[in-house]
């Protein structure tokens, strides 16, 4: 018990700290820990990682909303495109032969861990201000479109895609890319989670819950901290973060 305790609170710390500074998806590294250390099947080590989810990226969210760095417009246009094609993918993904993509979202994470640190997102609300409406609802659109299809594709990338396209393509500052992703985060995580655990029959119920535990506590911390941050701090931080976690991943998926 102890040590399953462990397990979960080093996972949480890395999922925690990922989704609160990047809005990465606590799959990303729930799933692994428990999948290599603890031997829990695949399906509902996945299940774990997206109900740990659920609430980190709620008070996240919730966190950023409060210090003014969440777009609510535009994240509710991204969501429903990201909803709606992660199913189409999800069925383009059961037409064609098995691929060797598990690692896609832990290799980009990696490298665009190494992004922000060497180079930074310095983009101003006040640019992003200038775009018209409708620009930003086609630009969401689209973003959404190719955010849920290759998340349904391949399983796996939907927050640090997100974060990547709300920073590169729709010219959100960090914080504010942060705080609609989390947002997003939210609900397809729910879904996610839900559909799990229908279908999967619920999971071990010890890990559900210090999982869930630990990812929250340390969301809410990174989330804080994030709000608080310059902007350079933050992308250093979030870089740090990301390259750890690539990394580390990495390592376990190959002892896995």
């Not at 590294?29 to 290599?36: E, F, H, N, R, Y």
């Not at 705080?179 to 729910?190: D, K, R």
């Not at 999971?203 to 911390?221: E, K, M, N, Q, S």
Request: hydrophobic share 55%; aromatic share 10%; with cysteine.
């Amino acid at each position: 018990m102890i040590f399953k305790i462990l397990i979960c609170f080093i996972a949480g710390i890395g999922a925690g700290l990922g989704t609160g500074f990047a809005g990465m998806s606590a799959a990303a590294v729930i799933s692994p820990m428990l999948i290599t250390f603890l031997g829990l099947p695949a399906y509902e080590a996945v299940g774990i990682a997206l109900a740990s989810d659920v609430l980190a990226s709620a008070v996240s969210a919730y966190t950023y909303g409060k210090s003014g760095n969440l777009d609510i417009r535009n994240g509710l246009v991204m969501m429903a495109a990201v909803l709606t094609f992660t199913l189409v993918g999800s069925w383009a993904a059961s037409l064609v032969p098995n691929t060797t993509m598990g690692n896609f979202s832990v290799v980009m994470t990696f490298f665009l861990g190494i992004k922000f640190i060497v180079k930074p997102i310095m983009a101003t609300r006040e640019a992003r201000e200038g775009v018209s409406r409708e620009k930003q609802i086609i630009q969401s659109i689209i973003s959404g479109v190719g955010v849920g299809f290759i998340c349904g594709f391949v399983g796996a990338g939907g927050g640090m895609m997100m974060l990547l396209l709300l920073t590169s393509v729709l010219g959100y500052e960090l914080k504010t890319a942060v705080g609609t992703s989390v947002f997003i985060m939210t609900f397809t995580a729910f879904t996610g989670a839900v559909s799990h655990m229908v279908i999967g029959g619920l999971p071990d119920l010890g890990c559900l819950f210090f999982c869930v535990l630990f990812t929250l506590l340390w969301a809410r911390i990174a989330a804080r901290f994030a709000n608080k941050a310059s902007a350079v701090t933050l992308n250093r931080a979030v870089g740090m973060v990301l390259t750890v976690l690539g990394a580390a991943i990495l390592i376990v998926n190959h002892f896995s």
